[in-house]
């Protein structure tokens, strides 16, 4: 492997990593306020669905955005009123909305257009060169000549954290995942701090899926998110709830997809579809390593009973 | 403080007839409460007295139906309970509102606006630091709660309070959990607390620590006020009737009797859990018929290990355990039934009884494989009912019938079926763990007055409980468990109360000195 191939992966991985990173970034808001974010991954469809479909009717990918995470939302918004306020279980909440947006989309997709799939191509979001940075050596190429949305997303790693951990209504999210009744004790909304929680999860992991079908792809396909809002659960519990350390584990998946997709073009006596398995394979021999150690906020997935 | 102080000052807190009724029960009838500034007032009661609701009725949990209360001159009505702590009104709740996984800091800061949207942890640590200083309570403000022992975490709950601005506390049952020289400690901080212009009132039922720290006390019953006393003009026994509405004698009549043959015996018994902590130490025990063992110890030193051990809910990793010299150490808990080992857990709802299930049929749980109670393939309903019946009448529980669901009753008539179920069978050996577990006096007198009978047919106990109290009424012998071990057993006429209350808390080299 010479210079420009490693640069090249390293980049790849950064891209990879992008659309993942905003999903869990969404998901660690969910989880820590103690809803599981199973369902992130319907949301991230109906946001590239949403934002793709938008696009080609308005040719303006701003207002593709905001109807991508307008979709995650709404998705959201049923995950948020069935297990806050029908207290139904979390991991069944969300892979119904999963399912859901998997036909929904599918099926929007024909009954929008006439019953024929529309042939796609969007414009997409490119990318942008940062003046002076652009031109370090290794990092310049790997750093700063990405496309608007990866700035984006790694930019909102502070955000989330000091909002996490700076913040009296972080303080206050954390307390109800961790124990809603305490939070509660002194004058909080536990039902209404998880639901909008809950929401807010779906307008990142909208724009996670807006990253899919408006950056890298341009068009949207069925089924397209295709397990990644799994691979950002994933990551969420390698970096263990907490923004910087998930942003390395969505790194890690991300450097894993790259390696697989430069693999595959070696010519080597190994079926593609293996290789495509490893970065999964890698996300689940870290958790077999990690995910005991883990410890995740101590009311998730329960629901909370006023006495 | 002077008998004229009192009256000159207009009290901080004035309740006013208030009642409050929950269908047919009248919880509060007309109850009248003052408590002043600087003021530590009791508030003594049974459970079901009415002293929870009538506190939730002051910190607007509950909306009384009739009564009016005055807090610094204000009328407070339809208040809720964050208004009732923007007013000066903290309450520190028995189960504690702390989230385990955060700081002190955090636990404080935590939905107080003063702590600003941008949280302001510098000054709020100093000001925790500052009160902790100023009231001798000593707390690290970056520790993690969830590695605090109980005692601290009730001191993070005051100053949570105290900073706050609370200027009347109220302390529900703050000594349940808590050894001696925790006790003490915080029986001084809530006399610093009040000499300091603030007020308490005090829950809580049991009286020494009433006269201990109190500066007034009222006793409830049956929602009522039946009682209102400076504390100089009370007594003991005063008090006692007041609270049960008649005379309990406080002294057993124990007959001295010579303990017979060993009944269980443990050989060094250690037990390892699943990540390796060692949770008992080589625990050796012999206890013999009539005879009752009475282990003291704080929550949380292996005494859930040591009745799991011996009722076969868990197996030692070291060690024998031998009843009349079988060793059943391995044995399956149906094999621990047959050889007459009896077993009380401490969670009535979920380890003692099915909630759900009747009274007869929770009388039959031990048995129910065995005739009468089987015939062939079958269940005997109608041996279930005889044996309901006359355990109804012979332990006095209270219910509408045997086929009343045990969740229907109180806990003192819950904790009768389990007693009644236990005892009923005559066993060799009680294990009985925290048996009177809140309970209020007068079916904890039951309970210890079953136990006691049970002694005097011959059998074998060992108590376990975290009421001192309890353990110096009733052992023959008493020791301590700390930290998985059992320290000082001694005969009773032996006990040094003061090295009890040292090794509850944790001092085991004393444990060389008996």
């Not at chain 1, 396909?221 to 950002?232: C, S, V």
Request: aromatic residues 6%; glycine residues 12%.
């Amino acid at each position: 492997m010479n210079y420009a191939v490693i640069i090249e992966l390293l980049s790849a991985s950064i891209r990879i990593a992008t659309p993942l990173l905003l999903v869990a970034l969404g998901g660690v808001i969910s989880e820590t306020g103690g809803t599981f974010a199973v369902g992130v991954e319907g949301m991230m469809l109906g946001g590239a669905f949403g934002g793709a479909v938008t696009v080609l009717v308005t040719q303006n990918i701003l207002v593709g955005l905001l109807a991508s995470m307008i979709s995650g939302v709404l998705l959201a918004a049923i995950v948020a009123v069935a297990t806050v306020r029908f207290r139904t279980d979390h991991m069944v909440t969300g892979l119904a909305v999963n399912i859901l947006a998997l036909g929904m989309t599918s099926f929007l997709l024909r009954g929008l257009f006439g019953g024929k799939t529309p042939v796609m191509v969007l414009p997409t979001i490119g990318t942008v060169r940062i003046p002076w940075l652009c031109n370090l050596p290794v990092a310049g190429p790997i750093l700063f000549n990405e496309p608007l949305m990866t700035y984006l997303a790694f930019f909102l790693v502070i955000p989330v954290h000091l909002f996490l951990r700076r913040t009296r209504a972080g303080l206050t999210l954390r307390a109800v995942g961790e124990n809603p009744s305490a939070a509660f004790s002194v004058g909080a909304n536990p039902e209404r701090i998880r639901a909008v929680a809950v929401m807010v999860c779906g307008a990142f992991a909208g724009l996670g899926g807006a990253v899919l079908s408006l950056q890298e792809l341009g068009t949207f396909t069925d089924g397209m998110t295709n397990g990644r809002g799994f691979l950002a659960l994933a990551a969420i519990i390698v970096g263990r709830w907490t923004p910087f350390r998930v942003m390395w584990g969505c790194l890690l998946i991300g450097a894993a997809s790259a390696l697989a997709l430069n693999i595959q073009g070696w010519g080597l006596p190994m079926s593609s579809y293996v290789i495509q398995m490893t970065p999964y394979l890698i996300a689940l021999a870290v958790l077999c390593g990690i995910g005991r150690k883990a410890r995740m906020p101590a009311a998730i997935g329960k629901a909370f009973l006023r006495s | 403080m002077s008998p004229e102080a009192t009256v000159s000052v207009s009290p901080m807190l004035e309740m006013r007839g208030i009642s409050k009724r929950y269908g047919r029960v009248q919880a509060n009838d007309a109850v009248d409460l003052e408590v002043s500034e600087g003021q530590v007032l009791g508030l003594l009661g049974e459970n079901g007295s009415g002293k929870s609701t009538l506190m939730k009725v002051l910190f607007g949990m509950v909306k009384p139906d009739r009564g009016t209360i005055q807090f610094k001159g204000e009328l407070l009505a339809r208040h809720s309970p964050r208004e009732a702590i923007s007013t000066g009104i903290g309450m520190i709740h028995q189960h504690f509102m702390l989230v385990e996984a955060m700081t002190v800091l955090e636990n404080i800061m935590l939905g107080w606006s003063r702590a600003g949207a941008w949280l302001r942890r510098e000054q709020i640590g100093e000001l925790i630091r500052q009160t902790s200083l100023s009231y001798g309570l000593e707390l690290d403000p970056a520790a993690l709660v969830g590695e605090l022992p109980f005692g601290q975490r009730q001191r993070v709950e005051i100053i949570k309070a105290l900073v706050r601005g609370a200027e009347l506390l109220i302390l529900d049952e703050p000594t349940s959990n808590l050894s001696p020289p925790e006790i003490s400690s915080l029986l001084t901080v809530m006399r610093r607390i009040a000499d300091q212009g603030r007020a308490i009132i005090f829950i809580t039922h049991k009286l020494g620590e009433v006269f201990d720290v109190c500066d007034e006390v009222v006793v409830l019953r049956d929602g009522r006020v039946v009682g209102k006393s400076l504390i100089a003009n009370a007594t003991r026994s005063g008090l006692a009737h007041l609270m049960v509405g008649r005379d309990v004698s406080t002294e057993l009549n124990r007959v001295d009797r010579r303990p017979g043959a060993e009944v269980l015996v443990m050989r060094g018994v250690g037990m390892r859990d699943s990540s390796g902590r060692e949770r008992l130490h080589d625990i050796d025990l012999s206890l013999r018929e009539g005879e009752i063992v009475a282990l003291a110890g704080v929550d949380g030193n292996g005494q859930t290990d040591l009745v799991d051990v011996l009722a076969g809910l868990k197996y030692p990793t070291r060690g024998t355990i031998t009843v009349s010299g079988r060793d059943l150490t391995r044995a399956t808990i149906t094999d621990r039934l047959a050889n007459g080992v009896a077993y009380i857990p401490v969670d009535r709802a979920t380890t003692s009884l099915v909630p759900g299930m009747t009274i007869e049929e929770n009388l039959g749980l031990r048995d129910f494989d065995q005739p009468p109670f089987r015939r062939g393939f079958w269940l005997n309903h109608r041996a279930f009912r005889k044996q309901a019946e006359a355990r109804i009448s012979e332990f006095r529980i209270a219910a509408s019938g045997p086929d009343a669901p045990v969740q229907t009753l109180s806990g003192g008539n819950q904790q009768k079926v389990v007693i009644a179920r236990e005892i009923g069978r005559n066993p060799k050996v009680l294990i009985a763990f925290q048996a009177t577990w809140g309970l209020d006096p007068g079916a904890t007198r039951f309970v210890v007055d079953q136990i006691m009978a049970l002694r005097s047919h011959g059998g074998a106990v060992l108590y376990i409980s975290s009421e001192l109290d309890e353990v110096l009424m009733l052992g023959d012998r008493i020791g301590v468990i700390a930290d998985g071990c059992l320290l000082g057993l001694a005969p009773r006429n032996q006990v040094d109360i003061t090295k009890i209350g040292l090794m509850m808390a944790g001092h085991r080299e004393l444990s060389g000195l008996t």
